[in-house]
């Protein structure tokens, strides 16, 4: 029977690769489905623990309520997120986050 | 209706009458006659036999919290309000033709004078630090717009170490709110008065240190004093009769209301010694660096720095004698340092400069303006006769009363320096007239006109009650005496 | 009428007048010089009424400050009169001599401008002077010692256009004002240890006073510094022969016969204090000597006719101060003032009346022959001239043979310095004579001298009456009646004294008159005395070099120290703080990702292990 753990653990290997992708990933698009992976990734461990962290006997629905909100959260940043970055590119041409450096000192 | 709201809100009302295309001297003189009068009917109305808090009217703000808007006005408050009534006027009716921007210019000085009037009219003390705050962007204005030879360094210099000042400031208050028993806390100054008279409330002693740190530079205590001199000598006329008049006082003003009521006598005494030493700094450092200057703007703004030092005398000497000279040398030193920069400014205007080495024998072509000036002088060197001797000899009177009570050396050799000051300012005043009115005229000063009427009238204005509080002094220490006991 | 209101309107009417003449009569010359005439002789009367009645009180005006200290003590300074045998005989001397002043004003200042100021300034010196002699208590004298200050500032500039005349003017006020320092600081001083700072309750056992010899000497020597000040004594006197810029008159009134005066009054109202401590009375008694003799010295060297009487005035005023320091009565040096009154003011007038016959010409090596072109100007001088020497019967030896007695018999140096002195004065005052007025012409303008008209002539007739007669025995006994103190001999002297008195006055006429027999220049050319034993040259040194250099020290570390380092610094540093965290953006999207994840752990290993 898989346990607490285990999810916890999937959870966490989730997380690890979408932060992972985060941070040495160039090109934006993949930054970006990096981040749904980390998001999703809570999103599992929510689940797991309103399965397993039971409350007199009974699961603990707070946590799904709570997935419910990430992922209409997740759904509107894509949203947003995914009109900033075409027109990004619409004004630099460019994709590779390297190449966004205007703010720089 | 509150006569204090009044005065307050006029001058306000005014700034959005020319902000909407009135004319601005106009409407800017009416309201600040009107002003005037208003403020020399509650002088005179003032109930001396009730004494304290008079013509007091509320609102509530914040009740909980204790932030209400109070105004009110016992004897020292109706005489600072005097005080800055008169100075508005006058500098009011000294300002020049402004070309550029001439609606701000004059909103900019109607924000300063609605500033310190409702600072010296509040007894909350949040609103008293509100108000004072109303005035210190307009000085920027004013400094960095219209002002004269390096001025937007003077004023950037000038606002932003007030505003760091009032910072410090503000630390210092809500520092003394909260250390307020919490079913007590307020800013009304009746009710801190209360507390400290009835409960053993006593602050702690760092709180007493940041407000004295706070209201002295704004006052330009030692060593705090460098935004002062550059501001004053940037600045034009009206802004620098306004600042170095009413709005510096506005720092005495608040260390006796504040500073020198609630806090326990052992902190008070313990921080006095080096409260001396600062002000033996402004009298005696000062006033050799004033002896070294050699323009006329620069030596009458270090001037008003090192008279600060005999204010602050009288209020080390905690005593009724040393609090009553500094209260009479504040309406004094108010009324002598803004016609001074009046006067200056004229001279400037004329001659477009104000160096000693370039000027010389104007009495010749404008003697009306060297009777003035000489008038001017006479009064800041503490000549009988104007109310600054009056105040600095109760000074000496009350110093000398604490050395005798308390012994300190440090407060002997204050006195020692502060009666010494008097031949320093000696110098440096007489120096100037000298150089700039008297010996032979160049060629090129033969020719200029003499002080219009409007500006002589505005002189006058701010000399006569000097010298009617000179000969009579116990007119202005009547009113101030029913507080400071 | 009664009493007190003649006293005040005695003291008032000057400033009436002065206020009204700088208000009104700017365009008018006979207003204003009938306005300023008109109050003097309005104190005249008064100063007369109140003498001729013997009026003896203190008549309190009004509390000039009131500070309740507590319930029942108030802190009060108080506007008073204070007329006792003192005052009234000041005050008639004051009161006599002003007028005639004003009166040869209108001869003197016919021609010359600033007219208006020139008598607004007199009236308010007026004022001020009545002031000075009908003040109650101390800083009531003192506000008016520093009202004379400023009249005296306004008439010694009144030529201000002059680079001369504008320094010294300045000078006078600043060095009057060192005098004050002291002065005021003697009053705090006697406040504290009496509580009390009235004339009529001076007690040197008051208070902290008593059994305190070294506190009362203190006292004393710092009110003394104001006499030091305004009586040009030394250290303090070079203000006094840089005055000489002003109009003669003024020389006269202000900076001769009252207003240099009025030191020897404060030690005279102060006397009490003054007598009952050893140590100040020789501190001032040293002085009034030292002064008296050296600047006898100095007048043999001067060249400007007013140069020579300016020093003689400091000389005697040492005269009076060493009387002061004998400590012997109030008197003894009340009437030496009383008697140079006269005839200073009469030496100084007449010599007015040389330099307008002189077309304002001020230097004796430019006169001569002057008797025969002006014979009244001529006797009047003469008059004031064996006065000042010690003439036996005229008004001066009276006065000043009586201080040198009382030295022989209390301090025998003393007496030899004053006696050195004594025969000093004839010797200038006859060179002076000898040169301006005998021999023959030495430039155009003595050639063609002429008479000063009547209406400067008169007051020096008249005040050749009183430089004569103030020191007979009938005159002495009115106005220093056994009140004053005794103005009695001190004792019995040796049958030479008055015969080194009468040699020195002899040997010094003899002397002068045998050398100055008509030269063409100055036979005797002293440099260290013509250039003022070099006290001016180094005062001018110290104040340049001490006062400006610490003045410049100053500004520098306010400059480059607090403005510099701790303000700009303090700014600086703020800029750089801003300067170096600019270095964190570094513009990699991811970099920003890294140091916000960080953050969180960092933040969350803290939440979770502090407690």
């Known amino acids: 029977m898989p346990t607490l753990a285990n999810y916890l653990l999937a959870s966490g290997i989730l997380f690890a690769i979408g932060l992972g992708g985060v941070m040495l990933r160039r090109s934006i698009i993949v930054i970006f489905m990096s981040l749904e992976m980390m998001l999703s990734a809570a999103n599992l461990s929510l689940v797991a623990f309103s399965r397993y962290g039971l409350v007199n006997g009974h699961q603990n629905f707070n946590a799904q309520i709570l997935v419910f909100f990430i992922i209409t959260v997740a759904a509107a940043e894509v949203a947003v997120g995914l009109a900033i970055i075409v027109s990004l590119y619409r004004a630099r041409q460019t994709t590779h986050v390297e190449d966004l450096d205007t703010l720089k000192f | 209706m509150s006569p204090l709201l009044l005065l307050i809100l006029l001058p306000l009302i005014a700034s959005l009458f020319i902000a909407a295309g009135a004319n601005a001297r106009r409407t800017a003189l009416g309201a600040a006659l009107i002003n005037l009068l208003a403020a020399i009917v509650l002088f005179f109305r003032y109930d001396l036999h009730k004494g304290g808090w008079q013509f007091v009217s509320q609102w509530h703000v914040l009740p909980k919290l204790g932030v209400n808007l109070i105004l009110g006005a016992d004897g020292l408050s109706l005489t600072m309000l005097l005080l800055a009534a008169l100075v508005t006027f006058s500098a009011l009716l000294v300002a020049p033709k402004i070309e550029k921007q001439e609606g701000l210019y004059y909103i900019s000085l109607l924000f300063i004078s609605a500033g310190v009037i409702g600072a010296f009219a509040s007894i909350d003390v949040l609103f008293l630090y509100g108000f004072h705050e109303l005035a210190l962007i307009p000085t920027f204005l004013l400094i960095g717009i219209w002002g004269s030879g390096d001025r937007q360094a003077a004023a950037w210099k000038a606002t932003i170490y007030l505003g760091t000042a009032s910072f410090v400031l503000l630390i210092g208050l809500v520092a003394l709110y909260l250390s307020m028993p919490p079913d007590a806390r307020s800013f009304d100054l009746r009710q801190m008065h209360d507390l400290a008279a009835n409960t053993n409330w006593s602050p702690a002693r760092w709180i007493y240190i940041l407000l004295i740190v706070g209201f002295g530079t704004l006052v330009s205590l030692f060593p705090f004093h460098s935004w002062a001199a550059p501001a004053y000598a940037s600045a034009p006329a009206p802004a620098a009769m306004l600042h170095a008049g009413v709005l510096k006082k506005f720092g005495l003003y608040g260390l006796i209301r504040i500073a020198l009521q609630f806090f326990p006598k052992e902190i008070t005494e313990a921080v006095n010694p080096f409260l001396i030493i600062l002000l033996i700094g402004n009298i005696g450092y000062i006033g050799y660096v004033t002896v070294a200057q050699k323009r006329l703007d620069w030596t009458v703004g270090y001037s008003s720095v090192m008279h600060m030092g005999y204010i602050f005398l009288g209020l080390a000497a905690f005593n009724v004698l040393g609090v009553n000279g500094a209260a009479l040398l504040m309406f004094a030193h108010g009324l002598s340092v803004a016609a001074a920069f009046a006067l200056c400014g004229e001279i400037r205007q004329r001659t477009g400069t104000l160096d000693y080495c370039e000027l010389g024998g104007l009495a010749k072509s404008v003697p009306v303006l060297g009777l003035l000036f000489g008038f001017v002088t006479m009064a800041s060197v503490g000549l009988p006769g104007f109310a600054n001797f009056a105040g600095e000899i109760l000074v000496f009177f009350g110093a000398a009363l604490s050395f005798y009570a308390h012994g300190d050396l440090i407060m002997l050799i204050a006195i020692v320096i502060g009666v010494w000051g008097v031949v320093i300012s000696a110098i440096y005043m007489l120096r100037a007239y000298r150089n700039i009115f008297w010996g032979p005229i160049a060629a090129r000063w033969e020719s200029l006109t003499d002080i219009a009427p409007t500006a002589r009238y505005s002189v006058i204005l701010l000399l006569i009650p000097l010298m009617i509080a000179g000969f009579y002094p116990q007119f202005i220490l009547k009113m101030v005496g029913t507080v400071l006991h | ?611």
């Not at chain 3, 007026?126 to 101390?138: P, R």
């Open chain 3, 1 to 611: 009428m009664n009493i007190s209101m003649i006293a005040w309107i005695t003291l008032l009417v000057p400033l009436i007048a002065a206020a009204l003449i700088v208000l009104v009569t700017r365009t008018s010359k006979p207003l204003a010089s009938g306005l300023a005439i008109l109050s003097a002789l309005v104190a005249f009367v008064g100063a007369w009424t109140l003498f001729i009645a013997k009026t003896h009180g203190d008549f309190l005006g009004f509390n000039w400050i009131n500070v309740a200290i507590d319930l029942d003590h108030h802190f009060t300074i108080p506007l008073g009169l204070l007329i006792d045998p003192l005052s009234r005989t000041m005050l008639v001397i004051v009161a006599t001599i002003a007028p005639l002043v004003f009166i040869y004003s209108l001869g003197y200042m016919k021609e010359e401008e600033g007219y208006w100021r020139y008598f607004a300034g007199l009236a308010l010196f007026l004022f001020s002077m009545l002031g000075i002699v009908l003040a109650d208590n101390l800083v009531m004298m003192f506000i008016f010692w520093e009202l004379v200050g400023v009249s005296s500032y306004i008439l010694i500039g009144h030529y201000f256009r002059k680079n001369s005349a504008a320094d010294a003017a300045k000078q006078a006020f600043l060095v009057n004002r060192i005098g004050d320092f002291g002065f005021m600081l003697g009053i705090l001083f006697i406040w504290l240890a009496t509580g009390d700072i009235s004339f009529a309750s001076l007690n040197p056992e008051a208070g902290a006073l008593q059994g305190q010899p070294v506190m009362l000497a203190i006292g004393v020597v710092l009110i003394f510094c104001g006499t030091v000040g305004k009586s040009a004594q030394f250290p303090l006197h070079v203000w006094l022969p840089n005055s000489m810029e002003g109009p003669t008159p003024v020389s006269s009134l202000l900076h001769a016969a009252t207003m240099v005066a009025a030191g020897v009054y404060l030690l005279a109202r102060i006397f009490p204090l003054l007598a009952a401590s050893p140590q100040a009375s020789e501190i001032v008694l040293w002085i009034g000597a030292i002064t008296a003799l050296g600047a006898g010295f100095l007048a043999i060297g001067q060249d400007d006719i007013k140069g020579i009487l300016a020093y003689s005035t400091i000389s005697q005023l040492g005269y009076m101060v060493a009387g002061a320091g004998l400590a012997v009565s109030a008197a003894l040096p009340m009437f030496h003032l009383f008697t140079h009154a006269f005839f200073k003011c009469l030496l100084f007038l007449s010599a007015g009346s040389v330099i307008l016959g002189m077309h304002h010409e001020q230097d004796i090596w430019k006169m001569g022959g002057l008797k025969n072109k002006m014979p009244l100007t001529f006797l009047a001088y003469l008059a004031g001239m064996l006065a000042l020497s010690g003439c036996p019967g005229l008004s001066g030896s009276f006065s000043k043979d009586l201080i040198m007695a009382h030295a022989w018999a209390d301090h025998r140096a003393i007496f030899w310095v004053l006696v050195v002195g004594a025969a000093l004065t004839p010797f200038y005052m006859a060179r002076q004579a000898s040169v301006v007025f005998l021999g023959s012409p030495r430039s155009d303008h003595a050639k063609h001298a002429h008479e000063s008209p009547m209406v400067m002539v008169l007051p020096l007739l008249l005040l050749a009456i009183p430089s004569i007669a103030a020191g007979w025995g009938f005159v002495k006994n009115i106005f220093f009646p056994e009140a004053l103190g005794s103005l009695e001999e001190a004792g019995h002297l040796p049958w030479f004294v008055e015969w080194i008195f009468i040699s020195a006055f002899v040997v010094g006429i003899a002397l002068a008159f045998a050398i100055y027999r008509n030269p063409a220049k100055d036979p005797l050319r002293i440099p260290l005395l013509a250039n003022r034993f070099y006290i001016d040259a180094f005062y001018d040194w110290a104040v340049a070099t001490i006062q400006g250099g610490f003045a410049r020290l100053c500004s520098f570390i306010d400059r480059w120290f607090i403005n510099g380092i701790l303000v700009q610094g303090s700014a600086t540093a703020i800029w750089f703080l801003g300067f170096c965290l600019r270095f964190l953006q570094v513009g990699n999207i991811q970099a920003y990702a890294f140091f916000f994840g960080a953050g969180v752990i960092a933040l969350i290993y803290v939440l979770l292990t502090v407690h």
